[in-house]
């Protein structure tokens, strides 16, 4: 044996051991000593096996160890010849032996022989013995039971949506095909957690699978799984599933094993892996914080095994929510786990389908969400201030307070410079109060004049003094901005601590008590949040996002959005906003541009999170190079130029000779790999090819220059680390702020409708409502439902993404015309919405059955007394029938008499009393006059 292989075989022998198998040499052979029994260079028929396992005495599979680096997909045919153990071992369970490993020690693949197609997978570790011997007990594997799942137990599609049924076909198929990872994409609202929890009862109920791990977001996300499936019923006897299966909320007592269900964030079940304590609080913080949006992102953690959660623990991981911090710092607390994952989330980055190989099983927009009704659609208002859009000035000579960030303690000094304050410092270390108290003031002023129009006629029809403020949300920088929001909500509308409260970390009170009040509670009108519920959570009745903070993550800002998309029944909407009516949409309200700044998903420059910023200065001053400290020295720079006075910054350029923004894009230069090269060609010609040698010259030199001011001036040091420790923040009482400008926005409205109009040309001779609606005369210009449906599908898919909804309002915006309560709800309004895009100027934007309804009425008054009381109602009825399908089918007597018996049985009438109604007269002409007249 080689050295490597002999290094190799150490490193197996404790793998082994660590999964509770008791290696043995031949000659040590006693398959009495223990459970599991891993035996060395025991002779095959194929040959001499590098181990062969062994449960209960019984041989039950083969380890094949090959040298650290090589290659182990050729090795499997060489596992599966040893397994034919019908003459050289007696005790054995199967023939073949059923389980194969391949391995360097450092690479581990396992395949089950028993499965169709079998194919090996990459393990982290070993199987426990009790596992392998548990899994050749049963009848056959779980991949066998997967690929039968979707034919064998069909799947009750009440009372799910057509969305969550084509995300659990598509799972199944994916599954069934043994694909070891899928992602399901679903828009926020359409219910992605019911479709988790009614594919895992499939999977325990019909596939035998043992334990299923529902990770979440965040801590209070988790309770609310829980409660989800608490509350889900079973489709074929109707009972709970917490009745026939466990779910636990993986706490510190760890992972109770009867349990079928563990809900837990990946936090605390790498506090588990690794035993440490993880604190409450870590609990509760977003992983789209650790992205860079709240908080900084880290390096891949490392795993080793834990014999009390062997990699066996789990059947199949779901993923609720996959931000980028799944695929790098939290990867290998997924890889260690042999287990199939299923990802769930509304925003699909190229991470997100880069890590699950990009099998999306399922692909259901936010706009084709809109379409369906199960999302409602948004319009963004923007407020501008002159202070939010500009910054504003301390003035020298004058009193401004100082209050400490942590104690919130208050003293007064005098400033002894002027000083400029950027609009990227208010609320950090510059606080306006006239800032916030104007843009508040100016929400407040705006709500039932811009934002929801119809609300004090509503309130007025209900006996309402006033109409009630929606539920709003409102997200702030931090706690204590935050804190400044809330005192301001209450002082501007004139109300008590129950009408506005802050839901962060330090509200008081447990976060998911006054979640669950702002949920259901009618006088808590306005919550203010930093990031608490800013994803996954729950909160139907929300009609207004007031962002009073910037994002710089497109992800983070979609999520956040997503926290107003969701439906709710006029009833449910109406026991905690009386006025209300119904819930079409909700009001993105932009205070700060939110909406308007440049986006990005790029990988976070944090490497180094738990190293404190002094640390980081010194490690440098020792010539600590490495790009990780270097990058993460670069973000906390980068950070602390955003929150320092223009007088800081001009103290530290003057003492280190350079400015933080060099000083960070120099760090990043050093540290970038292209920047060299591109020095080279710069300095040679764009064709010249530098050595590896002449490179590293060039990063070298590029590192010493970037680190050069950090590495040689103390003094410099000191001074960065004092202005990072400054803990106070200016109070400016001084100050007033005045709104420039308020509206909703125009830029996007015109926007959509130039892409639906794209649409309409590029489409008016594909589809077959829009070759009706461009092409036909107008005595023929009719649509049938079908037709409509199709029309409605094809402009929500790629490459438009566009709800007919969302260019209705974006045209009443332009127009100023209006608001239409739901104008998604009649898909009939298609018509109106082409018709009015074709020939604004002739064709007005109403909703299509009041336009069918006062051209009926016009046409009955033509009438005069032809028709009886019993044929008006059946006038009536194919009224209704146009208005909502587009027009009375006529053209085949199938079609036709199909339409009056659908009719009929709306009523309850026997046909034949609606034939009565009409005597000798056939109303097939009236119901093609009908057809021409109410919808041309």
């Known amino acids: 044996m080689s050295a490597p292989e002999f290094v190799a075989r150490k490193h197996i022998d404790t793998q082994l051991s660590a999964a509770g198998w008791i290696v043995q040499s031949v000659n040590e052979l006693n398959l009495a000593a223990g459970k599991g029994i891993a035996i060395r260079e025991l002779r095959s028929e194929g040959g001499p096996a590098d181990y062969v396992l062994f449960v209960d005495g019984k041989a039950i599979g083969v380890v094949e160890a090959k040298k650290t680096g090589e290659t182990l997909s050729h090795v499997a045919d060489q596992s599966a010849r040893y397994t034919a153990a019908k003459n050289w071992i007696p005790q054995r369970w199967t023939d073949p032996l059923p389980f194969t490993y391949e391995t360097t020690g450092v690479e581990t693949n396992f395949r089950d022989q028993r499965d169709p197609d079998s ?52 799972l199944e198929t994916s599954l069934a095909g043994n694909r070891p990872r899928a992602l399901l994409q679903m828009a926020t609202g359409s219910g992605k957690t019911f479709t988790a929890v009614t594919q895992a009862y499939r999977l325990i109920k019909h596939a035998g699978a043992k334990r299923i791990l529902f990770l979440v977001d965040r801590g209070n996300l988790g309770r609310q799984t829980v409660n989800e499936f608490q509350q889900f019923t079973t489709p074929d006897d109707g009972r709970k599933f917490t009745d026939l299966y466990n779910v636990q909320m993986l706490g510190p007592a760890g992972i109770d094993p009867v349990c079928q269900v563990t809900v837990s964030t990946i936090q605390r079940l790498y506090s588990q892996l690794t035993n440490n304590p993880l604190d409450d609080e870590a609990d509760e913080h977003s992983g789209y914080e650790l992205d860079g949006t709240g908080g900084p992102s880290r390096e891949p953690l490392p795993v080793s095994y834990n014999p009390a959660i062997p990699i066996e623990t789990f059947d199949f991981i779901i993923v609720d929510e996959c931000h980028r911090s799944i695929y790098n710092l939290w990867r290998q607390v997924l890889d260690y786990f042999d287990a199939f994952l299923i990802g769930l989330t509304a925003t699909p980055s190229k ?24 999302n409602v659609g948004y319009d963004i208002y923007r407020i501008k201030t002159r202070i939010s859009e500009g910054g504003t000035k301390l003035d020298a000579g004058f009193d401004y307070q100082k209050r400490d960030r942590l104690t919130r303690e208050k003293r007064w000094a005098v400033q002894d410079e002027d000083e400029t304050v950027a609009k990227t410092q208010l609320d950090r270390s510059v606080v306006v109060p006239d800032q916030i108290r104007t843009v508040i003031r100016a929400f407040r002023e705006k709500l039932f004049t811009d934002l929801f129009p119809d609300r004090p006629a509503r309130a007025e029809s209900l006996g309402l003094d006033v109409p009630w ?34 839901v962060t970390y330090k509200a008081g009170a447990k976060p998911e008590e006054i979640i669950k009040a702002f949920r259901t509670a009618p006088e808590f009108r306005i919550a203010v949040t930093v990031d608490m519920i800013a994803t996954g959570t729950d909160i139907k009745p929300l009609e207004c996002l007031l962002f009073l903070r910037d994002v710089r993550s497109q992800l983070y800002f979609e999520q956040m959005k997503g926290r107003g998309t969701r439906t709710i029944d006029p009833t449910d909407l109406a026991t905690v906003t009386p006025d209300a009516g119904s819930k ?14 440049d986006k990005t998903d790029s990988r976070p420059l944090e490497r180094k999170p738990t190293v404190p910023f002094d640390k980081l200065l010194q490690q440098v001053a020792l010539g600590v190079r490495d790009e990780d400290t270097l990058t993460s020295l670069a973000n906390r720079l980068a950070r602390l130029d955003q929150s320092l006075s223009d007088s800081d910054k001009a103290e530290l350029q003057t003492l280190g000779g350079i400015s933080l923004k060099q000083l960070t894009s120099n760090l990043l230069q050093a540290t970038d790999p292209d920047h060299a090269l591109d020095q080279f060609r710069a300095q040679h010609g764009p064709d010249s090819e530098p050595t590896e040698s002449e490179l590293g010259d060039l990063r070298a030199l590029a590192v010493k220059t970037a680190t050069e001011p950090l590495a040689t001036n103390p003094a410099y040091r000191a001074l960065l680390e004092t202005k990072r420790r400054d803990r106070e923040v200016t109070i400016d009482h001084l100050s007033g702020d005045e709104v420039l400008a308020t509206g909703y926005d125009e830029e996007k409205a015109r926007g959509l409708i130039e892409n639906w109009k794209q649409f309409l040309v590029v489409n008016q001779d594909e589809i077959t409502a829009l070759q009706i609606l461009y092409n036909r005369p107008n005595a023929k210009r009719h649509l049938v439902y079908e037709e409509l449906k199709t029309l409605a599908e094809a402009v929500a898919r790629p490459p438009y993404h566009i709800a007919p909804a969302e260019v209705w309002k974006a045209y009443e915006h332009l127009e100023k015309r209006k608001p239409t309560a739901d104008p998604a709800k009649v898909l009939t309004n ?28 016009q046409w009955l008054d033509q009438q005069g007394e032809r028709f009886t009381d019993a044929q008006r109602h059946w006038l009536d009825i194919i009224k209704n029938t146009i208005a909502l399908n587009g027009a009375f089918p006529t053209d085949e007597q199938e079609d036709y008499l199909e339409a009056w018996q659908n009719v009929d049985s709306k009523e309850g009438v026997p046909l034949a009393v609606a034939r009565k109604a009409f005597g000798n007269e056939d109303p097939k002409p009236i119901i093609e006059e009908l057809n021409e007249i109410l919808v041309a």
């Open 584 to 597: 079409s949409r909700f009001v993105l309200v932009d205070a700060v541009g939110v909406t308007e700044s």
């Open 351 to 374: 991470a997100t389908l880069g890590f699950f190989n990009r099998n999306l099983v399922t692909e259901y927009p936010h706009v084709q969400a809109v379409a369906d009704g199960v």
């Open 469 to 502: 403020v929606p539920k709003t949300l409102i997200f702030a920088k931090d706690d204590n901005h935050a804190e400044d929001i809330v005192t301001h909500v209450r002082e501007e509308f004139g109300k008590g601590n129950d009408f506005c409260k802050k």
């Open 830 to 857: 298609l018509i109106t919405l082409v018709r009015h895009t074709v020939d604004p100027e002739h064709q007005p934007l109403a909703p299509f059955p009041e336009l069918v309804e006062a051209r009926y009425q």
């Open 119 to 170: 194919r090996s997978r990459p393990v982290f570790a070993f199987h426990r013995p009790e596992h392998l011997l548990e899994l050749v007990q049963q009848p056959d594997s779980l991949r066998t039971r997967l690929a039968a799942l979707p034919s064998a137990h069909p799947l009750v599609t009440e009372p799910l949506r057509d969305c969550q049924i084509s995300a659990i076909t598509g």
